[in-house]
């Protein structure tokens, strides 16, 4: 098992490793002294693991609350949120008592912000199951619904209590939701300051070694939440190829999954850059191969005029000015403010 010390609201583990949640009863009563708990989880997931998971807290004495939902983004919303509000209070969970994000980003985002508002706050453990989930949403204490007008326009930042990722449960993901994930682990190959994780990558598929690839991202994702907790400035780099890549989500009306989007972004930047002469074109060449490698698109399927202009109804861009990801190096990139009508001229 790896730990991750991340140092932020109150400061919590990241635990990784096969079979931890077996372990959950006992992991968690280091973190809380509450004995009712509510766990949340989609309806996939509940299917794989949720009566395991329930029953293990149930026989260590836990009583266990139980939310479950449609899977997928679109319930990730108002109103599903308001029912998760309402199953709590009508269970009497009071402000000690934790919430328990048992999936993927969806689960976590939704249940988290639910755990943020819930009585001002009650404690949060994310269960991450889907690798991007692992390797990102569950770590750094982002918590959101979307709105019919846009993705994660009303949240909070929230951190959990404990993170405990059980990396036997992707095993049962989908081919395409793991590619996804690993769109997520090469951009942080790109942000881990050497080659070191982009070396990794190259020589084994993640799925070879779960435990130490999402260790290596969350250490990488710890440093950037412990440096700028509320993304004002170093957590931005974080977006590298998501500009282009929400663009490429937005365009699609959400049809191309947010993995798919990235890939393809980061692609389009680092071709962007060549063109702009601060990254090396035989590097980019690696990472398009990389990412090609992983199963993942790199060609933009829409016109740059089409993205740029999604891109600049981005809720983190102002009219004029936008703040762009750059990669200069493998293992490095840098935060840039452009003009927002430059903006195409820096992906290809
Ligand atoms: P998701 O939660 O929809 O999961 C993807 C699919 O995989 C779902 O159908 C789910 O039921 C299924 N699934 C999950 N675990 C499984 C398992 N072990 N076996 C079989 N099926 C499984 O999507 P996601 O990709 O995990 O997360 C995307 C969401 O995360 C988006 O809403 C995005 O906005 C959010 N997100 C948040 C942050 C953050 O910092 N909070 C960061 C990145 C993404
Ligand atoms: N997913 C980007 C962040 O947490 O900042």
Redesign the pocket.
Known sequence: MISVQVNAGKGYRVLIGAGLLKELPAKLSEVTGSKHVMLVS?D??WG?YGESVKNRLCEAGYQTETFVFA???AS?NLSIYGSLLETMCDAHLTREDPVLAL???????LAGFAAATYQRGVPLVQLP??L??AV??SV?G???VDLPNG??QVGAFYQPSLVVCDTD??R???DA?YR?GCAEIIKYAMLDGGEELFGLLSEKPVKDRYEQIVGHCVAIKRDFVEADEFDRGLRMLLNFGHTVGHGIEACSGYAIP?GQAVAMGMAAIARGAVKKGCFAADSAQKLIRLIKDYGLPTELPYTKDELAAKAASDKKNTTDAMRIIVPEQIGTCRIQKIETADFPEWFE
């Open positions: 989609d996939n997931v794989l899977h997928g983004e990730k999936g993927g980003g969806v689960v976590g985002d199951t889907s991007l989930a990102d949403s750094g982002k918590t959101a993705k994660n449960t992707f049962t993901l989908p939701e996804n947010h």
